[in-house]
């Protein structure tokens, strides 16, 4: 029976411990990409509730009106 090291093991290579420049750079530009990502996400969301509050109001304002009416009438 062939004995393995933890590195074995783990599969992974003993040799390159430390990411390469390339990797982290390549890491870095994911990171990059991802919090831009995720602030359109961020402002888009936001649009979108302004847009549903505003409805909403809408809404609720012309109920309100047909209330009114409707009690203005008795």
């Known amino acids: ?43 888009q969301l936001l649009q979108l509730e302004r847009q549903y509050d505003a409805k909403a109001r809408e809404l609720s304002e012309e109920f309100l009106s047909v209330v009114d009416k409707l009690n203005s009438e008795e």
């Open 1 to 43: 029976m062939m004995k393995r090291n933890c590195a074995d093991a783990l599969g992974t290579n003993t040799r390159s411990v430390l990411p390469s420049q390339e990797r982290m750079e390549q890491n870095g530009a994911k990171v990059v990409r991802l919090r831009e990502a995720g602030c359109r996400y961020e402002a």
